[in-house]
Structure formats: structure tokens, C-alpha cells
């Protein structure tokens, strides 16, 4: 039991890395983009 609820927590962390690398292009264009447009 002990180890599945290990294996659960690996993968819930390795996806949550996963989301954050692929929304975080998101506000930074944005916010390159707000820089950009103030130059």
C-alpha cells in the first residue's frame, strides 16, 4: 500500500513539472510582449 501511494505522488509531481513547463511560455510572452510594446 505504502508503495503505491509513493508511485502516486511521483507521477502526481513529475505531471505537475510537466504542466508548469508547458504554461509557463504563456505569461512570459506576454510580458516580453507589455515590455516591448512600452519601448
Known amino acids: ?3 503505491v ?6 507521477v502526481f ?5 510537466i504542466a508548469i513547463l508547458l504554461l509557463l511560455p504563456l505569461p512570459l510572452t ?3 510582449r507589455k515590455i516591448g510594446g512600452h519601448m
Open 30 to 32: 506576454w510580458l516580453e
Open 5 to 10: 501511494v509513493a508511485l502516486a505522488l511521483i
Open 13 to 17: 509531481k513529475v505531471a505537475l513539472l
Open 1 to 3: 500500500m505504502e508503495l
